[in-house]
């Protein structure tokens, strides 16, 4: 009998050491204050997805963004200006930044729109390129990340040009490699077609491009860079883009540069994916992802604008953006499921009924809902109304689904990738690490619902048929660019009440179970919608989300010591 009584005691003693068991793994000594990243950027050009969504993203991390003043980067076809950009980083402290991302394009010539026309000379754009030297000599140790276009195959849509913008961008899809008699005539009375000096501007252009993306292959090869991304924007699997991307490929092998050069799909999410890298490689942090896809044929689909399928722009985002894919049957700290099959029936409910179940069942999960047909360029109501049925907007790591398939991707993982840092950082301790990652996560959630879904997939297509029926265009607004902002505010105003009330009046940020921490969220305020570009292409969308102190028993965490 006393040996049972014993056997009872030890059982009772291992039953409460379990119970007890958040308690007692926590440290036994306080983590310091976690640091606060300061990342420099000088983005793509002044869109909010090239400069606003890495601003928000940021704080995800405990981390914040800083850029060259707005005015500095251009507006549409007016170029950055590229004098000024470069006085900006000359004046830096350098001391006081962790990592410096660039974009090439915008040093070069001013961005992108200025990147698909001659208006630089080579000689002009290359030596534009001497800053990140300078920088790189003075601060060694200072991470640079930078990412360089690779050009399209259409020229910008710019009010002047739509009589024959069609026309170039078929040439430049057949021109290289015309595969019948009928494709070579066709070739012919294009190139008769378009302008001459559209096609000598388009011509010199791309050489002139081709030779900046060899010149940052070069600097990654000397340690001026430390990691560059090659991007092809918009593109299609045949067209003159393969001959520059095969160019930059060879220049990067021959370098034996794996690993420090990435070349894939994309442009403007490019700095999110690059911004995700510097701060998981300033913390320290390799996650793991695998990826779910609605179905083989989404896998393997070639997305509307891209060159190859979807699976690898995955692969390839997943990289740059410095995670690792999981391998098969291993346990990955996010999950990413990618939505291609909106118009597939029952689609859409099905996956999202899977997405419900793997987050219930404690998946840290990324959502990219992908347009396959590149007719609508947001979210698939269908889907994303079985997903706000299931209220399960506010368990999500990240979630996008604007324009491409590399847009939409390419905002996803690193959403995720950073909200999942942030809260491995937060939840160590008790800081404003943690009030941080609720209040960026529940604004940048809803920010993709609002921009994503309510504007790009519906809104945004009843305005243009709107604008078609009264003689306008969509694409060069001018004038009543003012008026139509109003009415998408007037719109969007009550849809973001609507979507914010799934995260109020207490919001639990993604984050391990044990803590049981959340903030207070307030009713979103503020709201405000402007057409940058005085187009409806893109909008720029703000508003500010009253997010306020802990709540839940924050005694389970120990206080930070704060750092010297």
Known sequence: ????????????????????????AQPTEAPPMPKKLRIALVPLDDRPVCLQYPQMMAPLAYAEVVAPPIGTLGRFTTPGDTVAVARWLRAQDWS??????????????????????????????????????EIARAHPDLPVYAFSTLMRLAPTADGLNEAYREKLARW??????PRSPAERDEVAALE????AAALADYRRARARNRAVNLASVQRTASGVIDYLVV???????????????AAVTTAASGRNLVGRVGIQPGADEVAMLLLARAVLEARHLTPTMRATFSSEAARTMVAPFEDRQL???VDFQLV?????????????DLHLFVFASRHDAGAPRQFASDIVKAVAAGDRVI?????????????????TEALLEARVFPKLYGYASWNTAGNTIGTAIPHGLLAWAGATLATRCTSPAFTALGDAQVTFMLHRLVNDYAYQGVLRPEVNADLRKAGRTSLWLKDHAPEVAARLREALAPKLAEYARAFMPGYMPPAPRVTDLGVSVGAPRDLEVRLPWDRTFEAAITFDVPVSALMGPARRLPACVPTP
């Open 320 to 332: 740059a953006a410095g995670a690792r894919r999981s391998r098969l049957g291993d346990p990955a």
């Open 172 to 177: 430049a899809e057949v021109s290289a490699d």
């Open 367 to 383: 959502v990219a809902d992908v347009d396959p047909k590149g007719d609508v360029q947001g979210a698939s109501p269908a889907f």
């Open 311 to 313: 699976h690898e722009t």
């Open 1 to 24: 009998m006393p040996t049972l009584q014993r056997v009872g005691r030890v059982a009772w003693l291992l039953l409460a050491l379990l119970w007890a068991w958040p308690l007692a």
């Open 96 to 133: 006081r930044v962790d990592a410096l991302i660039v974009s090439i394009d915008m040093l070069a010539y001013g961005g992108l729109v200025a990147s698909r026309v001659h208006g630089v000379d080579e000689p002009t754009a290359l030596a534009r390129l001497a800053v990140l030297d």
């Open 231 to 245: 991007s092809q924007d918009d593109a299609k699997p045949r067209g003159v883009h393969l001959a520059d991307r």
């Open 192 to 195: 008769s077609a378009v302008p």
